[in-house]
């Protein structure tokens, strides 16, 4: 009995091995969100900008979420003193907005937006730490 006990024991170790490997292999070894805030984007009463502030550290993204429909307009700029900070917009289908891909350094971008649900503005810094101001309008 007690070498059923351990071979179970074992077998259960290399399965459990073998389901952390395969994972940290296609890229899920984090299992939480990246660090750094994620809020909801509210609009003044009557108003169509908002303005945010914030910083982000090397290695951190913040995310702001916002509901939009399709054939809105979306403007977007992010400013920081030492201009290292960027942005990436995905849509409700969680792909990124043409020229807002991730690598492509955004600090501006204005589009029709495709779909209508939520969409979220990811900022992150190109280099050290960032602070920064984040102005969104929907039209």
């Known amino acids: 009995m007690r070498l059923t006990t351990i071979l179970k024991g074992g077998l259960i170790a ?3 091995l073998s389901l952390s490997v395969n ?7 984090n299992l939480k969100s990246p660090a750094g805030k994620t809020q909801r984007v509210r609009f003044a009463r009557g108003r ?9 550290v090397r290695g951190t993204q913040d995310r702001y979420i916002l509901g939009a429909r399709v054939g809105q307009t979306m403007i977007v700029h992010v400013s920081s003193r030492e201009k290292n900070a960027v ?3 995905l849509g409700p289908d969680a792909t990124a907005l043409e020229g807002t891909d991730e690598g492509l ?5 204005t589009g029709e937006l495709p779909l209508t649900g939520d969409y979220s503005i990811w900022v992150s810094p190109t280099r050290g730490n960032a602070t920064y101001t984040l102005e969104v309008t929907i039209r």
């Open 48 to 56: 169509t900008t908002a303005i945010l502030k914030g910083a982000v």
């Open 105 to 109: 350094d955004a600090m501006d971008w």
């Open 23 to 29: 994972l940290v292999a296609q890229g899920g070894g």
């Open 14 to 16: 290399c399965i459990l």
């Open 87 to 89: 942005f990436t917009i």
